[in-house]
Structure formats: C-alpha cells, structure tokens
C-alpha cells in the first residue's frame, strides 16, 4: 500500500495537470476569484511604475500574454483571436513586427554581420573575359547571367555593401535597406506571404478566409521567431535557425488545438501545408530565374549576337 503522503502528491499533480489542461482549452483560470489579480498587481513601491511600459508593445500585459499563450496555448490562442478575442492580445501583424524586430536586434548584438573575403568573393569579383580566347555562347550566356545575379544581390544589400554606392539614389536606398534590415522585416515578410498563400490552401475545407489565415501564419511565425531566439542565447550568436522537424511539429500542435481536429488529421494538413509552400517557393525561384535569363539576354552587350 502506498504511503499516504506518495498519495497525496500523485493527486496533487493530477490536479494540476487538468488545471492548467482546462486553462490551456479556457484561456483563463476558471476558479479565480474576481479581484484577485488586482490584488496581485499591487507593488510595495507604490505606483511608481503603473502605467509606465503600458506604451512599449513588447512589455505591455498584451505582450506578455501574448508570448505566454503562444508558448503554451498556441493554437487555442489562434482560435480565440481568430473568434473575436482581439482586446486580450496583440494584432498579429503588430505582434509579428514587434518579436522578429527583438530577435533581430538580438542576434545583431551577439551575432553581428560580418563578410568574410572567401564566402562573399564571387560577389565582388569581376567577370574577366578573354578576348583572345574563343569563349561559347553558353559560357557568354552563363557570365551574362552571373553579372546580372551579382548587381541584383548587390542592389538589395547596399547597406551591407558601401563600397558599390556610387550616387545619390543608392545611398538614400541604402539608408532605407538599413532600417528595414534592423528591424527585422526582411527576415520574416517573404516567410509571412509564402506561408500565408500556403495555409490559405491547405486549409480550403475548413472555409477560413484569407484573413483568418494571415492571422494564423502570423502567430505561427512569431512562434517560430521565439525558438530562433531560443537558438541565438542558446549558441551565444553562432546558430539563429531552427530545424524543419520543430517547425513541422509546432504546426501540427496549431492545427491540432485551433481547428480541433485529431493528431492524424493535424499531420496530414500540416504535411499539406509543407508541399504548398514548397509549390509557391518554387514556383517564385523559377519566375527569378526566368526574369533574370530574360534580363540578361536583353541587357549584357554582346550575348544576342553570341547566342544567335
């Protein structure tokens, strides 16, 4: 016979358990007493910090509640805000800005972005040509191509890449891909759409909008953006991604609380979610490619009589 205090304590964390499985399903805890939080909230200080960080998305009680839930309640949260429980969190769009901004100012600081000569030589190196040697069309055609990806990739990252400023114009561009890149946008906007269009997709025989599926892929993402972060203090800079099993298993967990569906059902819409989202990636890299081929065949001096 088990002891009576070994009793006790399985019962208390059974307890627990279904107490935090009914907050996780309610959002709230059911046998609070009202008032009680007030009551919680007062600070021997006086109120000396009410009010004070009530301004800064990042530390305000929608913030907290909003990184809280998501951590643990990620699906439920989704469901909640997707059924008009807008007041207890913050908007997914401004939710989305505000975490990818601090987990790019954080791997800023411990990881600071450096160009290394051997990894980024070809983007500097000039194409040589031989003039005396006879070259093929594929090989005039295949550097037409590198010199075009070489001024594209250059163009965006101006910033990144002071030396190939030469006017007015790129510097102002410059400045603007500095401030966008410190706070975060480019690492989270083409993720946002691709995995917007691909929910949006995957999840046609639920009859969710466009809208409710931004919502969702934007909430999806700032969990994704809270185990980057994980990552980065974790590795102390060296390592900001996560890998695709963790990505896929969070997903399935949203789709299994947020649409109340079984754990099979939830594998196979977030496997469906995967190949759409290959599909659009995919499809995006083909329209670059095609673009650019286009491009260089029109703008390299040269190539249209080579190839012709």
Same mark, same amino acid.
């Given at each position: 016979? &088990?002891?009576?205090?070994? =009793?006790?304590?399985?019962?208390?964390?059974?307890?627990?358990?279904?107490?935090? $499985?009914?907050?996780?399903?309610?959002?709230?805890?059911?046998?609070?007493?009202?008032?009680?939080?007030?009551?919680?909230?007062? &600070?021997?200080?006086?109120?000396?910090y009410?009010?004070a960080?009530?301004s800064i998305p990042?530390?305000?009680?929608?913030?907290?509640?909003?990184?809280?839930?998501?951590?643990?309640?990620p699906?439920?949260? =989704?469901?909640d805000?997707?059924?008009?429980?807008?007041?207890?969190?913050?908007? *997914?769009l401004?939710?989305?800005?505000?975490?990818?901004?601090?987990?790019a100012?954080v791997?800023?600081?411990?990881?600071p972005?450096?160009?290394?000569?051997?990894?980024?030589?070809?983007?500097?190196?000039?194409?040589?040509?031989?003039?005396?040697?006879?070259?093929?069309?594929?090989?005039?055609?295949?550097?037409?191509?590198?010199? !075009?990806?070489? &001024?594209?990739?250059?163009?965006?990252?101006?910033?990144?890449? *002071?030396e190939a400023? &030469?006017?007015?114009?790129?510097?102002?561009? $410059?400045?603007?891909?500095?401030?966008?890149?410190?706070?975060? !946008?480019?690492?989270?906007?083409t993720?946002f759409?691709?995995?917007?269009?691909?929910?949006s997709?995957?999840?046609?025989?639920?009859?969710?909008?466009?809208s409710?599926?931004?919502a969702?892929?934007?909430?999806?993402?700032?969990?994704?953006?809270?185990?980057?972060?994980?990552?980065?203090?974790?590795?102390?800079?060296?390592s900001?991604?996560?890998?695709?099993?963790?990505m896929?298993?969070?997903?399935?967990?949203?789709?299994?609380?947020?649409?109340?569906?079984?754990?099979?059902?939830? =594998?196979?819409?977030?496997?469906r979610?995967?190949?759409?989202?290959?599909?659009?990636?995919?499809a995006?890299?083909?329209?670059?490619?095609?673009v650019?081929?286009?491009?260089?065949y029109?703008?390299?001096?040269?190539?249209?009589?080579?190839?012709?």
């Amino acid at each position: 016979m &088990k002891p009576v205090k070994e =009793i006790m304590s399985s019962r208390s964390l059974e307890v627990r358990r279904r107490a935090f $499985a009914i907050w996780q399903k309610a959002g709230y805890n059911p046998w609070e007493k009202p008032g009680s939080p007030e009551k919680r909230k007062r &600070k021997k200080s006086g109120d000396f910090y009410k009010g004070a960080f009530d301004s800064i998305p990042f530390l305000n009680d929608d913030a907290k509640r909003t990184f809280s839930h998501l951590m643990l309640r990620p699906g439920y949260m =989704i469901r909640d805000y997707i059924g008009g429980a807008h007041d207890r969190y913050l908007a *997914p769009l401004t939710s989305l800005i505000v975490f990818y901004a601090f987990f790019a100012l954080v791997a800023a600081v411990l990881k600071p972005v450096q160009h290394k000569a051997d990894a980024g030589s070809w983007i500097n190196a000039e194409i040589r040509t031989d003039s005396t040697a006879a070259q093929s069309s594929a090989e005039l055609y295949l550097k037409g191509i590198t010199r !075009i990806v070489q &001024k594209g990739y250059i163009y965006l990252h101006l910033d990144q890449f *002071p030396e190939a400023v &030469k006017t007015q114009r790129e510097s102002s561009l $410059a400045a603007l891909e500095a401030t966008l890149r410190s706070q975060g !946008i480019p690492l989270f906007i083409t993720e946002f759409l691709f995995l917007w269009l691909a929910m949006s997709m995957a999840l046609r025989r639920h009859r969710l909008g466009m809208s409710a599926c931004a919502a969702a892929s934007a909430y999806v993402l700032c969990q994704f953006s809270f185990f980057m972060l994980f990552a980065v203090l974790l590795t102390w800079g060296r390592s900001s991604s996560i890998s695709i099993l963790l990505m896929f298993s969070l997903l399935v967990l949203d789709y299994h609380q947020w649409l109340s569906i079984e754990w099979r059902k939830s =594998i196979l819409t977030a496997l469906r979610t995967g190949v759409f989202y290959g599909v659009i990636y995919a499809a995006v890299i083909l329209l670059i490619s095609v673009v650019t081929i286009v491009l260089a065949y029109f703008t390299t001096p040269g190539l249209n009589a080579a190839v012709s």
